[in-house]
């Protein structure tokens, strides 16, 4: 309370006070959380357009800083949400998207630090060779032939200079993730058509970040002990705009597609997560395919919901099918000081919780 953020988010002035905490000020403060990560690439080749990847150095020297804490695999959520204060060093680790460098490069490292970690899968682009729509929507800002292009629903966009492309991009990304996923997805199919034949596909060649794990790889990944969960069916946000069909498509859709393809599947996490792409209708069609489980990316901890008004029916975090989470920042080292400082995000998410009942 009283805290100001400013015209910082949460979780940049989490990251920015965590530099500045020593760790041992706040071992006697800590709660059970979970944090996230996307891709981990050996280098950067474009920081613009791989803003999903940490670099191996960095995400190593996260690891290191979760050397403190106890890395529990998310089976132990039920068990940590009934019991946070047995938890106060537990943290869940994640990876989001399901990119294919999470084989490839990260799932060696975890398994160096015997680091437990879920895998959420966008299972529309699993083995499908289709493209995140936000990276296809940036690469057409950036990249498409210059000149005036109409793309439905968003209207008239005019390229030009590399910096208008950037202003462009942020404004016109900003208004397609609003959108509902059939008009966004007719706006991206639409962006794809501006280049030239095969363009696009040798410019997403050249980005190989960007891949995503085909149906074996996500199997391999499961039988080395990972954790697979579903993170929607298409990689777009669950806002309020969404039709009923869409959100069930997102939900049971991908439930589905991970039972058929992996096995069971309980855990869900919402694409993008925070709280302009999660309407209430998300939270409860998820609850509806029967997860047990829904993390968004609110910072909090698990402990959120203890003094939420009439918890008593609830677990631990508040509502189970809203629960909070960290995405971990390209240079997160100083990770033993930013967890426990996640706890001052709980009176936000539980408003929020209840704002969305
Ligand atoms: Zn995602």
């Known amino acids: 309370m009283g805290l100001s953020f400013g015209k910082l988010a949460f979780g940049q002035w989490a990251r920015e006070l965590g530099r500045w905490v020593p760790p041992a000020a706040l071992a006697h403060v800590g709660q059970p959380a979970a944090l996230f990560f996307h891709g981990v690439e050996p280098a950067t080749a474009d920081p613009r357009l791989q803003t999903n990847h940490h670099e191996v150095a960095a995400f190593r020297a996260i690891l290191e800083g979760l050397k403190d804490f106890d890395v529990l695999p998310l089976t132990a959520v039920d068990d940590v949400l009934a019991h946070p204060g047995k938890h106060s060093r537990s943290v869940f680790l994640m990876s989001d998207d399901g990119y294919r460098n999470t084989l490839t490069v990260a799932a060696d490292i975890l398994d160096e630090y015997r680091m437990a ?214 240079r997160d080292s100083h990770i033993a000081s930013l967890v426990p400082l996640l706890c001052t995000g709980n009176p936000r998410l539980r408003r929020w919780q209840a704002r969305l009942a």
């Open 117 to 330: 970690w879920t895998l959420f899968v966008s299972t529309a682009h699993i083995g499908s060779g289709v493209p995140n729509p936000i990276f296809v929507a940036r690469l057409f800002f950036l990249h498409a032939p210059p000149g005036r292009h109409l793309l439905p629903h968003l209207g008239e966009v005019d390229l030009g200079s590399q910096e208008t492309r950037e202003k462009s991009a942020l404004s016109g990304i900003d208004r397609l993730r609003f959108l509902p996923g059939e008009q966004a997805e007719e706006c991206v199919a639409a962006m794809r058509g501006a280049f030239a034949p095969g363009a696009l596909e040798a410019l997403i060649e050249g980005f190989g970040s960007e891949k995503f794990l085909d149906w074996d790889d996500v199997r391999a990944l499961h039988a080395r002990g990972v954790t697979i969960g579903a993170h929607a069916d298409s990689h777009w946000p669950m806002h309020g705009g969404q039709s009923q069909a869409w959100l069930t498509r997102q939900a049971a859709g991908a439930k589905a597609r991970i039972e058929a393809e992996v096995g069971s599947c309980r855990f869900f996490a919402y694409p993008f997560g925070n709280k302009p792409d999660v309407g209430a209708a998300a939270w409860k069609a998820v609850r509806d395919a029967g997860f047990s489980h829904g993390f968004t990316t609110l910072s909090g901890t698990l402990a959120a919901g203890r003094t939420a008004a009439g918890a008593g029916a609830l677990a631990a975090g508040g509502n189970p099918w809203l629960l909070p989470r960290y995405g971990l920042g390209p």
